[in-house]
């Protein structure tokens, strides 16, 4: 049996994958594994999707059954059910979401009580128990855990992001792709409680067009608002805003990387940037690399998953870090991947350089990337195909200095994803469909 959680909770397809039948044991064992023997309170938030209210009902039912209270918070961003977990005093944190999978899925992640996602070790310990045929004495009368509901949690979380600026937005005219996703609720109203004009997009919400041909996923819908109004930039949410993707004022885009790149070179300059470290992983581009090496910045990479890198910070003391997906934590203000707040970050440093997106985008130069995903029958066969192996050692024999390949398992899907970097896009895209060819064949 292939591991139950991935890189970023529990995911599928609502209703058959992820059952309420599941999603009820998970909640049971928020309250042993994250509260003390079962007496505690867990926090628990969901974005847009239609399923999110079946999850809810099942997963608040476990963990009351379980022993401990639930403090609901309703649609919110990720980011969000991580800040409120530690200022409420919370035993953990539930998000019920599939981030920027389509409306169908759906997935269940946890935070302890300080904010930060769960280690493999504690998830390994809830997936024991929820294979095994061990349980738990279920408590009678007053040990029964309540369902509360947290009518301020979303106007709590704007304050806190915007708090994490200093000074304002003022001048500043921002378009806004929500998705029609969690951020919704939270975006438009900090942009605008900070001073700045805001142009904005698919703000309401019907359960089933989250991340529906817009959002982070789809960044060609932000370019054209940006293209068709007069706006300083553009950014795009993905559809529980732990991420955030941006455009300049001219459309082009901007990643991950390119926005780490920004705020990394500002922080240093600052003298804000601890140990003069970033972390990031191993699929950043090589041009972030040598743009924080020429500003002698040190890159510390890990695996795949905003919480490796977190993991990664905690260890380094580094302060900032993130994936090139758009995942940034600025661990000052946030425990997890933060859409809001490195959209905030991002427009305070061009408020405060008077600089335009375009220009402070200079700041690193990207390298041609080509990536690819493959559906395969089991995506755990990977490690063990010996023509993969052979197929990607040639390939970086090829390249040398001169670019890189990765292939990787989806921690969320049934992919297997193929990436190269070359001087330029044709040796990459020549590279990436001989790998992809052999991926099809051995595990398609």
Not at 332 to 344: F, M, N, P, S, V
Request: proline share 2%; charged share 25%; glycine share 12%.
């Amino acid at each position: 049996m292939s591991r139950l959680f991935g890189t970023d909770g529990v995911r599928g397809i609502a209703n058959d994958d992820l059952t309420p039948e599941l999603a009820f044991k998970l909640g049971e064992a928020a309250g042993h594994f994250l509260g003390e023997k079962g007496r505690g309170s867990i926090v628990v938030g969901m974005d847009t999707r239609r399923s999110g209210d079946m999850l809810e009902a099942a997963l608040v039912a476990g963990i009351c059954s379980g022993g401990a209270d639930a403090l609901r918070l309703g649609i919110v961003p990720t980011p969000a059910v991580a800040y409120l977990t530690r200022v409420l005093g919370a035993d953990g944190g539930v998000v019920i979401s599939a981030s920027h999978n389509p409306a169908e899925y759906n997935g269940i992640k946890f935070f302890d009580r300080d904010g930060f996602k769960l280690p493999d070790e504690i998830e390994d310990g809830i997936e024991e128990f929820l294979v095994s045929e061990r349980t738990w004495e279920r408590p009678t009368g007053a040990g029964i855990g309540r369902s509360t509901f947290v009518p301020d949690a979303v106007s709590r979380y704007i304050s806190h992001a915007v708090e994490s600026v200093r000074g304002d937005l003022v001048g500043l005219t921002i378009a806004v792709d929500c998705g029609h996703g969690a951020s919704a609720l939270t975006t438009v109203k900090a942009l605008k409680d900070l001073g700045a004009r805001v142009h904005a997009i698919n703000c309401d919400y019907n359960g089933m067009d989250i991340n529906d041909g817009c959002g982070s996923t789809h960044l060609d819908v932000i370019s054209e608002l940006v293209r068709a109004h007069e706006v300083d930039f553009g950014i795009a949410h993905d559809g529980d805003a732990d991420r955030v993707l941006a455009v300049d004022e001219t459309g082009a885009e901007l990643d991950g990387d390119v926005i780490m790149a920004i705020c990394a070179a500002r922080m240093k300059e600052r003298g804000e940037l601890v140990g003069d470290t970033v972390v990031a992983t191993v699929m950043s581009n090589l041009g972030f690399e040598v743009a924080m090496r020429d500003r002698g910045i040190n890159v510390i990479k890990t695996k795949v998953g905003d919480r490796y890198v977190l993991d990664q910070m905690r260890t380094s003391g580094a302060v900032l870090g993130g994936e090139q997906s758009g995942h940034v934590i600025f661990l000052e203000h946030t425990t997890t991947g933060d859409g809001l707040i490195t959209a905030l970050q991002l427009a305070a440093i061009m408020r405060e350089s008077d600089l335009p997106l375009s220009e402070l985008r200079q700041v690193m130069h990207r390298y041609p990337q080509v990536l690819e995903g493959v559906r395969v029958v089991d995506k755990g066969m990977l490690s063990g195909s010996s023509a993969i192996h052979e197929v990607v050692k040639a390939a970086e024999a090829e390249l040398g200095d001169n670019g890189r390949v990765l292939v990787r398992a989806s921690g969320t899907e049934p992919l297997i994803r193929v990436m190269a970097e070359a001087a330029d896009t044709e040796t990459a895209r020549a590279i990436v469909d001989r790998i992809v060819e052999v991926v099809r064949r051995e595990l398609g």
